[in-house]
């Protein structure tokens, strides 16, 4: 099956040199291009796309608008968003994470990382292996959340393995790490993450990661359980 991708830039370069590397890859090619956020939307409407390669700052809409409602319309919830940002400490990237995008790249990145990221979001995994993704998502939780917040109710719904394994995946470990330090198969643990984003509506262990911090599952600068 053929990776369908959005490039989403108002910088006509960039879209081309991505452009280059993803329809040179087998399995993947471009089936959009949109020079603004609003444009973005629409092609996602209609071209078909599995990934959006979505840059933040655009006219007319910007990535954060554009990633909210692409996340929030029911008719693309197999459309998965990747952030391109110019800056690693860019804290509107965690805004996009919060409208839904399922992780983030530096303009910067390396062919085969870009290539990696795509399929690893198109199998709707989450690109939380970088570590200024988490220091992003737990510093503007931690800034966002106030003692008075309302905890999410959903979570009276998560056993007590799926809230061990919840804070594992927002301390950004993967389903192997996680397989192996509570002595489990990666396929339970794969079933119990896959109930536990059912259970609280989430898209990905992106939400999942912003879930457990604005709910004090865990606090930044926490030590692995």
Known sequence: ?????????????????????????????????????????????????????????????????????ICDDQNLAGVRVLVLTTFDNDDNVVLCLQAGASGFLGKNVAPADLVNAIRVVAAGEALLSPKATRGLVSRFVEQARTPSAPRMPELDLVTDRESEILVLVAHGLSNDDIARRLHLSPLTVKTHVNRTMIKLNARDRAQLVVIAYRNALLHPGDALP
Request: no cysteine.
């Open 1 to 69: 099956m053929t990776i369908r991708v959005l490039l989403a830039d108002d910088q006509a370069l960039i879209r081309a040199g991505f452009k280059m590397i993803i329809d040179a890859e087998p399995g993947m090619e471009v089936a959009g291009e949109a020079g603004d956020g609003r444009e973005a939307v629409t092609l996602a409407h209609t071209n078909r796309v599995d990934v959006v390669l979505m840059d933040i700052r655009m006219p007319h809409m910007d990535g954060i608008e554009a990633t909210r409602l």
